[in-house]
């Protein structure tokens, strides 16, 4: 876990130099840790963190600035002159008729674009605006791109390769899921120079080793992948319909769509699972802020020492007595100057009641995600797998099963996403040769079902709710 920088009010970003060293640090530390040697390594996967970018020297290697993280809100104000802007009335007016004159869905994303702080998009628009030394390089075909993944792989294999795979490419927003393509027009329009971009490569493949200098081996890369989609692979998510829900520092639900891609629809965003040869497989996405984030500062305030207790804490009171949670210490999906704050205090209020409506926010907020993704993703859905730190949370679970009316299985690992890299590796290097065998290690420590109708929550969330609309454009 990196800490962040925080250089100006909004601003977060990490260090490359010290995120290189963890990546190498925590590797050697894995294996020795299972008593291995690194000659026993057979391929080494990697899943990183999306939407997390720097840009660097092509000839020099030297960053023309820190990783600016998908927290960081130094493109507020881009973002909102470009919602309100003229331009973007046009486009959306261009592709709403596009869109009635063909059907085709891949016209339908552009006809409600709207720009947000998370995306890379808006924050490589600012780097070209603010960056002189970046802004001059491209112009010569000297900047290079890279989300974390890139970085890494251009950093292990000594400045040789320079790739990224579809998965994190397509997490940019500056990647066009229907065409497999860097998307030109979005470049245009916003300023940013095509020649920055890596080639994109297949999920499970051969990148090619790592320098033998940096782990005394040379040690084949067999899998680059985002995330959120690595953990979907770890959880054995391979069929249309599974559905994959993260709690970490962040929220994610995803649902595997199969060979169809869903257009962007409000609150949901279709991405490239991973491609593995010939097969290429879609997720449909909806994303919240400030999960795992908001549970560690009630920790770093004291609301409670061990955060296995907050369950339990929860579980001692009937109800939160009308206290509510409003998350936002980072970037709101749908509005970047939405307020954290606590309603609805009383002197009555304990810390089990904070605490209960902390862990609720989380619950409510997964509620209004499953329901856009049921009436609008229009695949009948499946299992649904939880991971993820604040998966371990069982007043969570509980709640959100209570409230979907849906059984969710927890894995007995919560850290998906490693596990997924490691089975894409696993595939690329013959070491298991199909996804029936990744089946089969599936391990379950827990289910949850319903056991409350969801009607029972409705007062408290509609509470909710109405505090959540107090707290907008702060």
């Known amino acids: 876990q990196m800490e962040s920088l925080h250089p100006r009010p909004g601003w977060v970003e990490l260090d490359p130099e010290v995120l290189w060293s963890q990546f190498v640090g925590v590797i050697k530390e894995a294996v020795q840790g299972a008593g291995l040697h690194m000659r026993q390594i057979a391929g080494l996967g990697i899943s990183t ?3 997390t970018f720097i840009t660097w020297h092509k000839r020099t290697g030297k960053p023309f600035h820190n990783f600016i993280s998908w927290q960081d809100l130094r493109s507020a104000e881009l973002v909102n002159s470009w919602n309100k802007s003229l331009l973007l009335k046009v486009i959306h007016v261009i592709f709403t008729v596009l ?14 674009l709207t720009f947000s702080t998370q995306q890379t998009s808006m924050k490589l628009s600012w780097v070209f605006k603010n960056i002189h030394e970046a802004e001059e390089a491209a ?12 970085w890494l792989l251009y950093r292990l294999t000594k400045g040789s390769v320079y790739a990224t795979d579809y998965s994190n490419a397509s997490a940019t927003g500056v990647f066009e899921p229907f065409t497999k393509c860097w998307n030109p027009t979005l470049c245009n329009l916003l300023s940013i120079p095509m020649s920055i ?5 297949d999920t499970s493949f051969n990148f090619g080793s790592a320098d033998s200098e940096i782990f005394g081996v040379p040690i084949p890369i067999m899998a680059v992948v985002a995330d959120q989609q690595s953990a979907m692979f770890g959880e054995c998510c391979f069929h249309p319909g599974d559905v994959k829900l993260t709690m970490g520092t962040g929220g994610f639900w995803n649902v595997n769509t199969g060979e169809r891609l869903f257009a962007s629809r409000r609150g949901l965003y279709p991405l490239i699972g ?22 560690e500062w009630a920790q770093d305030i004291n609301l409670f020492t061990n955060v296995d207790e907050t369950a339990k804490m929860a579980q001692s009171i009937v109800d939160s007595q009308g206290v509510c949670f409003v998350p936002g210490f980072q970037v709101s999906v749908n509005d970047p100057y939405l307020c954290a704050s606590f309603m609805g205090l ?17 619950a409510f907020r997964n509620k209004q995600l499953y329901d856009i993704i049921v009436k609008k993703v229009r695949i009948p859905l499946q299992a649904i797998r939880a991971d993820g730190g604040v998966s371990n949370n069982s007043f969570v679970m509980q709640m959100t099963s209570d409230l979907i009316n849906k059984k969710i299985e927890k894995p007995a690992n919560a850290d998906m996403s490693s596990l997924g890299a490691a089975f894409l590796a696993g595939l690329a290097s013959g070491f298991w040769t199909d996804k029936e065998q990744l089946k089969k290690l599936r391990r379950i420590e827990a289910v949850f079902e319903p056991q409350k109708d969801s009607e029972e929550y409705k007062p ?3 509470t909710w709710l109405q505090a959540m609309k107090c707290s907008l454009h702060w």
Request: glycine share 8%; with cysteine; proline share 5%.
């Open 139 to 150: 112009k010569k075909n000297n900047c290079c791109f890279g989300t974390v993944d890139t």
């Open 49 to 51: 963190q999306r939407g």
């Open 197 to 201: 971009y890596p080639p994109v490569k």
């Open 460 to 462: 408290a969330m509609d």
């Open 99 to 112: 869109h009635f004159l063909t059907g085709n869905d891949r016209y339908l994303a552009p006809s409600f």
């Open 274 to 295: 991973w491609k593995i040869g010939e097969e290429v497989v879609y997720l449909t996405e909806g994303c919240m802020s400030d999960i795992g984030t908001a549970i």
């Open 346 to 362: 009383k002197p009555a209020t304990t810390r089990n009641h904070l605490v209960r409506a902390i862990l609720e926010s989380v």
